[in-house]
């Protein structure tokens, strides 16, 4: 599997941005997806992550509230939906794949895409 992440950019706080991530390759539909992400000097860190069938999410307590987590197995595509956004939400994201149904720890994951950037304003 190969991930494509796009759709970062600059936006003020308190904004809304969707980061997506495409994947090439076969039985997408099989992979549980997430998110992570890694700010300057920072490890990188968990955000969300959703099951291979999409019904079930999970989200980092820093973001629960306002960072939506989808997928549309049709296109091959996952997505990151993010409001009310914070300074501290500034990072690259990463989308990743997973050979488990789910998972939040990054170690599981087999496949990660390139990042897009995203920075919040104050």
């Known amino acids: 599997v190969q991930l494509q992440a796009s759709g970062g950019g600059l936006v003020q706080a308190g904004g809304s941005l969707r980061v997506s991530c495409a994947a090439s390759?076969?039985?997408?539909?099989?992979?549980?997806l997430g998110w992570f992400r890694q700010a300057p000097g920072k490890e990188r860190e968990y955000v969300a992550c959703?099951?291979?069938?999409?019904?079930?999410?999970w989200y980092a307590d820093s973001v629960k509230g306002r960072f939506t987590i989808s997928r549309d197995n049709a296109k091959n595509t996952v997505y990151l939906q993010m409001n009310s956004l914070k300074p501290e939400d500034t990072a690259i994201y990463y989308c990743?794949?997973?050979?488990?149904?789910?998972?939040?720890?990054?170690?599981?994951?087999?496949?990660w895409g390139q990042g897009t950037q995203v920075t919040v304003s104050s």
């Open positions: 990743a794949a997973t050979s488990l149904a789910i998972s939040t720890s990054s170690r599981e994951y087999n496949y």
């Open positions: 390759g076969r039985l997408f539909s099989s992979y549980g």
């Open positions: 959703i099951s291979n069938s999409g019904l079930t999410a």
